[in-house]
């Protein structure tokens, strides 16, 4: 297994969840990960009912930690959230869901946004519920570009979307909406279940493969599970990646002890804990 520096690892509190966000901040401070990406969910940050005086007491206990948030992923997957929706009601709430997203996120501090694509039906037309997601893609990606934040889109599995599920898909996807503000984040399980490998990546998406979700299969920790991991860190580390690999750990079978598996992840990575 090839090694990563510390300095480009991430951690991130979505197995935290039983936990106070205090505990994951004081948890990488004990495990030396100078760097979080933040789940916005409940019960630690929900988008709809963050106030923003919330949102700077937050940005302080990060900064007192002196801990760098290089990125801000609001749930979208579990939530009734879908830019894609052909509900109006849906698709408008899903769309100002993002817009004060990137609000919350330029207050943090940070200046990276991570999305999905959203979905459609399955018993109607893939373009129609593609259409909708551009559009709200466009408005979002302005929104962003107001505040000078780069909002990172990522393909997902099958069972999570029918809209961008590979690396072309999601190539296509950024060059219809041609914002410099709209780029993409790989994680390795989609990437995997798509047959496709960090070369793939690199060589469809170029400097627009700007943020990665480093993890093993189904999720879980570097070490866990079956993925070729080693095989990505070459990948990686042969096209001068010099972004962040983001631990994003989602299995509940970590739920009860979150930090074990980030020590062990750590090991696998060859960092010392």
Known sequence: ?????????????????????????????????????????????????????????????????????????????????????????VRERSIHYFLKSIEVTSELG??????????????????????????????IAKKAESLDITVVLEALELKESNLITNVSELKRMLNEVGSSHLQAVIDTCP?????????????????????????????????DGTLPLSQYLEEISRHNYNGYLTLEIVSSRYISDPVKPLENALLCLGVSV
């Open 110 to 139: 940070a200046n990276m946004l991570q999305m999905v694509p959203g979905k459609g039906y399955f018993d109607e037309s893939v373009e129609e519920a593609w259409k909708r997601s551009r559009e709200s893609l466009e408005t």
């Open 1 to 89: 297994m090839n090694k990563v520096h510390r300095s480009q690892l991430a951690g991130m509190n979505e197995h935290f969840r039983r936990y106070s966000l205090d505990f994951f901040l004081d948890s990488m401070v004990k495990l030396g990960i100078e760097n979080i990406e933040l789940w916005a969910a409940s019960p630690h940050l929900y988008i709809e009912d963050v106030t923003y005086s919330e949102v700077g007491r937050i940005r302080k206990e990060i900064e007192r930690r002196q801990l760098q948030l290089i990125c801000v992923t609001p749930e979208q997957c579990i939530y009734p959230v879908n830019i894609a929706a052909r509900e109006p009601n």
């Open 191 to 223: 990437m995997a279940a798509a047959g496709e490998t960090f070369a793939d990546c690199f060589r469809e998406l170029g400097k627009d493969l700007r943020h990665i979700h480093f993890v093993d299969s189904s999720h879980l920790a570097p070490g």
